[in-house]
């Protein structure tokens, strides 16, 4: 069985992320990948959920995503690891932004979808969020959970 390329849209997407905190400003960054990780990539072998970003001397990176190595690569000199760190591409005067952010109390920086733009670039959104409280939890389950209901409600009626 072939594994499909993924030429252009969705790789992986961390569904927890919106459920945990609430997002206030999201970005667009490039990743400094491997050509064996691209290739992995396009095949659809990555996972964001237990990913995290973290500042680190003035630079922003991903820690955590697991990203598999290549089947078919070159077993070279340098084996990479699943889930080695990656530095995240910015442009000065979003990186500095963030960087402000995150320094104040309660703001983090967290992924939510991992893709291909239309030029077949991988790119990360990231988005500057803050987490949310136990209440704010309870929330958002009874407003999804009502979403859900009147879904099966409308389509009872429209039958």
């Known amino acids: 069985m072939k594994d499909t390329l993924i030429t252009v849209g969705n790789v992986a997407t961390n569904r927890k992320a919106r459920f945990h905190y609430v997002i206030l400003d999201t970005y667009e960054a490039g990743l400094i990948l491997t050509g064996g990780e691209v290739k992995s990539l396009r095949m659809g072998h990555a996972s964001i959920g ?3 970003v973290s500042p680190d001397h003035g630079e922003l990176v991903l820690l955590n995503a697991r990203i598999e190595e290549y089947s078919s690569a070159h077993k070279g000199f340098i084996e990479e ?5 990656r530095k995240l591409l910015l442009h000065q005067k979003e990186l500095s932004k963030l960087l402000r952010e995150v320094a104040q109390k309660g703001k983090t920086i967290v992924p939510l979808d991992l893709y291909f733009n239309t030029r077949g670039i ?3 959104k990231i988005a500057l969020a803050q987490g949310k409280t136990f ?4 929330e958002t389950i009874k407003k999804r959970d009502w979403q859900r209901d009147k879904q099966r409600i409308m389509a009872h009626y429209n039958k």
């Open 50 to 52: 237990e990913s995290y």
């Open 81 to 85: 690891k699943a889930t080695r760190p």
């Open 122 to 124: 991988a790119k990360l």
């Open 135 to 138: 209440a704010d939890k309870r």
